[in-house]
Nanobody
Framework: QVRLVESGGGLVQPGGSLRLSCVAS????????MSWYRQAPGKERELVAK????????NYADSVKGRFTISRDNAKNTLYLQMNSLKPDDTAVYYC??????????????WGQGTQVTVSS
């Protein structure tokens, strides 16, 4: 069964940094693109960054380019997001997932619990 466990969020001041982690299980992690998404209350979930299975190709949303870095350690089935120069607009719940989410037993897209990032003075 697929499982995605995000961690590393917290409260940080503008300009600060956080490093998020996502531990994956239940599928061949290294064979899949992995992505970070975020969602603020009342807004749609948006794609933040993605990385190819071996880590050679990375893409970022314009809003985070130059500030965030996505990486992965396939030996540990772990995805990372290093976030620097954080802004209040980065406040959201952050999720990891494959580019196309797996389905749960009810036929719905599977998502983990996410980790809250709050950027505030």
């Amino acid at each position: 069964q697929v499982r995605l466990v995000e961690s590393g969020g917290g409260l940080v001041q503008p300009g600060g940094s956080l490093r998020l982690s996502c531990v994956a299980s239940g599928f061949p992690f290294g064979s899949y693109y992995m992505s970070w998404y975020r969602q603020a209350p009342g807004k749609e979930r948006e794609l933040v960054a993605k990385v190819s299975g071996l880590g050679f190709t990375k893409n970022y949303a314009d809003s985070v380019k130059g500030r965030f870095t996505i990486s992965r350690d396939n030996a540990k089935n772990t995805l990372y997001l290093q976030m620097n120069s954080l802004k209040p607009d980065d406040t959201a719940v952050y999720y990891c997932n494959t580019n196309t989410p797996f389905r749960d037993s009810s036929g719905n897209d599977y998502w983990g619990q996410g980790t809250q990032v709050t950027v505030s003075s």
